[in-house]
């Protein structure tokens, strides 16, 4: 598509349940984030992808936060056990190196987590 | 570490008036990339524009305009004349450059900019 396409644009969930959040990116973007923008705060990072490079993980969380990234394309982002804490935007974005890199990363309109 | 301090909240302006919005910057890379994007009521991130760190020359899209002092590590960005669709979060970021294999995003807390007609 001709953007970053992030699946569902809200969600409400039960404290306790567990939830998966999709992101398609920019087709031929090799690199793909995950950030959190939590009410009234910046935008945290959580995980990146790069091609068939091992992710960076280094800022999820908690163990009950997971990210896979299949075929090199969509990914999904899995929180189980969901807490209210975990209540935020998740947004998702993609680049591609070399003379897209010059444009910075394309975002999408994210997720609203709503844990109740 | 990386850090990125945007130390104006909130900043309420009258329409037509000129407005700055403040980024300052720490890291230990000497190369790194500077960005700033504007995130408005919609919720999508939207770049404006990045600037690698060995090229301090001033920029000027339209009526944006971006201030880029390596000696004060500070890069900042003014609207002139602004405009009510110019109302959003303001974020700015920073990366290291690492060109073949990417690299994470350190945003500031962002600016809630609101222009009032």
């Known amino acids: 598509g001709a953007g970053v396409s992030q699946s569902p644009s809200n969600k409400v969930t039960e404290k306790g349940k567990d939830v998966e959040l999709r992101c398609d990116p920019i087709?031929?973007?090799?690199?793909l984030y995950w950030y959190r923008q939590s009410l009234g705060q910046g935008l945290e990072f959580l995980i990146y992808f790069q091609g068939n490079s091992a992710p960076d993980k280094s800022g999820l969380p908690s163990d009950r936060f997971s990210a896979e990234r299949t075929g090199g394309s969509v990914s999904t982002l899995t929180i189980q056990r969901t807490q209210q804490e975990d209540s935020a935007v998740y947004l998702c974005a993609s680049s591609s190196l070399g003379t897209d890199y010059n444009y910075g990363y394309t975002f999408g309109s994210g997720t609203r987590l709503t844990v109740v | 570490a990386q850090k990125v301090t945007q130390a104006q909240t909130e900043i309420s302006v009258v329409e037509k008036e000129d407005v700055t919005l403040d980024c300052v910057y720490e890291?230990?890379?000497?190369?790194?990339?500077l960005f700033w994007y504007k995130q408005p009521p919609s919720g999508e991130l939207v770049f404006l524009i990045r600037?690698?760190?060995?090229?301090?020359q001033n920029e000027i899209s339209g009526r944006y305009s971006w201030n880029f002092q390596k000696s004060t590590s500070s890069f900042n960005f003014t609207i002139t004349a602004s405009q009510v669709v110019d109302s959003a979060v303001y974020f700015c970021a920073l990366s290291e450059a690492r060109e073949t294999s990417g690299s994470r995003l350190t945003f500031g807390e962002g600016t809630q900019l609101t222009v009032n007609p």
């Open positions: 890291t230990r890379d000497t190369t790194y990339y």
């Open positions: 087709s031929g973007h090799t690199a």
């Open positions: 600037r690698n760190s060995f090229d301090e």
